[in-house]
């Protein structure tokens, strides 16, 4: 359903352009922009139901069927105070365009007290959804259902346990050992293993790869036994453990849902605990640590990649040292690959974000001493079996030395995609090749801070600070271009699903957010006339 136009004197000054048409990499064709439209009838401002001292913390994202906006807030302790300070933060749903909220729901406090909402992860088909305040921060998490505006469920902590840890990175070294990863044999023996591991192996039919039951059982019994007697020689305070004890309760530090919205992962100190979205059940736990006795950096976020079949885990670095990707088969909660990245975070946390979607391509930027740098990674698919999985760099791009806090954005579609570029162009990449096929230009007059492909590929959204394009990349029509005020910088802007002739821009205006409906159909209709 078209959502209706009206005539409004919007305080922002903003026109439509005509913008410079595709050119392919090969001959940059810089086409200057022809004609002019006003806005008048082309945009609706939406209001959101915000009290006096509560601001947008989170991007403000469509969901379709029916159209509806999801965002989270911050609560500030009074108006005007800009000390960063909040008193709480809620998670709203409301429809486009009504200012009443189907769901307003506030986030818990944390362990340090009241906290924002700054992170959202939706799933592909836009049925769940999870809210919490950001790893930097932590705190509680909502696991919520979309279509029915209502919350599942709220995780405030997990039950963990050193001896269960011990007992499942030992258990996955076996199991790993015995699929032939010869790492996790080295591991073993090193670890001092190696009499227990041998006979299970000799024990192995021909060609087998996995213990049968009894033999599981076995293992378990002597890992149990082992452990036991490792944390008694250490004078480890869970010495007098045995089977599954001494669980202690551990605050949640965020939570993120699965692409197809199968499974959510709760971050829990050093564990990410897989579950089950409909019934809650867990499903797996994944340990951030290399073996038993070597943890990897501290995790800052985590994403799942090809469904909800594997992870991948950022780990800031220390002094400058770089920071690590880690691969993770959810299903047996194996560690598969572990691996550098350039950005070696000297100046600060990495910003990572999973974009893509199918959910098999990684973005991660950063700052190195090369300049500010933006990496896109793979898992190797042509490569199958849990423990061999690894991780694969595909792309990487540096931004200009002089591009202060300037971070490449990148989108993807089935076939191709799109980053952005500080000098305001856009580059088209194959996504089979890797091959620069085209080039997007006269669309922006400063750096590209973000773009955003439609639902079927067919068009891209790139925003600067004072302007928006909208690309027409398969030439079925006019790239057009929105251009906002000095007052009001643009921030955001994506299609609205099911609509992809409208889309929802956000702007920021007197430290408050502002968002408009444009429609873009019939500029481009006037264009082509």
């Not at 840890?165 to 090193?190: K, T």
């Not at 996995?210 to 490792?230: F, G, K, P, Y």
């Not at 500080?422 to 890797?434: A, F, K, N, Q």
Request: net charge neutral; glycine share 8%.
């Amino acid at each position: 359903m078209r959502h209706p136009s009206i005539n409004l004197a919007v305080v922002l000054l903003l026109a439509l352009q005509t913008c410079g048409e595709i050119s392919y990499a090969q001959v940059p064709d810089e086409i200057e922009c022809a004609r002019t439209f006003g806005l008048e009838g082309r945009a609706l401002r939406i209001l959101l139901p915000l009290q006096g001292n509560e601001r947008l913390a989170s991007p403000v994202q469509v969901v379709p069927n029916p159209v509806r906006l999801i965002y989270g807030t911050a609560v500030r302790p009074g108006e005007g105070d800009d000390n960063g300070s909040v008193v709480g933060g809620r998670f709203l749903i409301q429809s486009i365009l009504s200012a009443t909220p189907r769901l307003a729901t506030e986030l818990p406090p944390g362990t340090a007290g009241p906290l924002p909402v700054r992170t959202l992860s939706v799933s592909r088909d836009y049925r769940y959804a999870t809210a919490s305040a950001g790893f930097s921060v932590g705190g509680p998490a909502i696991v919520l259902d979309l279509p029915q505006n209502r919350i599942l469920r709220v995780t405030n902590e997990e039950w963990l346990s050193e001896y269960r840890r011990q007992r499942d990175l030992f258990f996955r070294l076996f199991n790993q050992a015995l699929s032939g990863d010869p790492a996790a044999e080295q591991s073993l023996a090193m670890l001092g293993m190696a009499s227990i591991y041998a006979p299970l192996r000799n024990r192995l039919e021909a060609g087998a790869r996995r213990l049968n039951e009894s033999q599981m059982h076995t293992l378990a019994s002597l890992i149990d036994e082992w452990v036991h007697d490792n944390l008694r020689e250490t004078d480890h305070p869970l010495a007098i453990v045995t089977g599954g004890g001494s669980f202690r309760r551990s605050p949640t530090i965020s939570a993120e849902v699965s692409g197809d919205g199968q499974r959510y992962g709760v971050h829990v100190g050093r564990e990410v605990i897989i579950r089950d979205t409909q019934t809650a059940t867990e499903v797996s736990r994944l340990h951030f640590y290399l073996n038993p006795y070597q943890e990897l950096p501290k995790a800052i976020r985590f994403s799942f990649l090809s469904g909800s079949n594997y992870i991948v885990s950022w780990h800031v670095g220390q002094g400058t040292n770089s920071g690590r990707l880690a691969l993770w088969d959810v299903d047996s909660g194996y560690l598969c690959h572990q691996t550098k990245i350039v950005p070696e975070f000297v100046r600060g946390l990495p910003h990572a974000q999973s974009m893509s979607v199918h959910g098999e391509y990684v973005v991660v930027s950063g700052d190195s001493n090369e300049g500010n740098v933006t990496e896109v990674w793979t898992r190797q698919r042509e490569i199958t079996g849990a423990w061999n999985a690894s991780l694969h760099r595909l792309k990487t791009f540096v931004a200009p030395r002089d591009a202060i806090n300037y971070y490449r954005p990148v989108d993807f579609s089935e076939s191709h995609y799109a980053v952005g570029r500080y000098d305001g162009r856009i580059e088209i990449y194959d996504i089979r090749t890797h091959r620069l096929v085209k080039v997007l230009v006269n669309g922006h007059n400063s750096p590209v801070h973000q773009v955003r492909y439609d639902a079927m590929g067919n068009q891209l959204i790139s925003v600067s600070k004072y302007e928006t394009a909208v690309w027409s990349l398969d030439r079925s029509a006019s790239s057009i271009r929105l251009e906002g005020s000095l007052f009001e910088p643009i921030e955001n802007a994506q299609f609205i699903p099911g609509e992809d002739d409208q889309i929802l821009l956000q702007t920021s205006y007197a430290e408050q957010v502002r968002l408009y409906i444009v429609d873009i159909r019939r500029s481009r209709l006037t264009t082509l006339n």
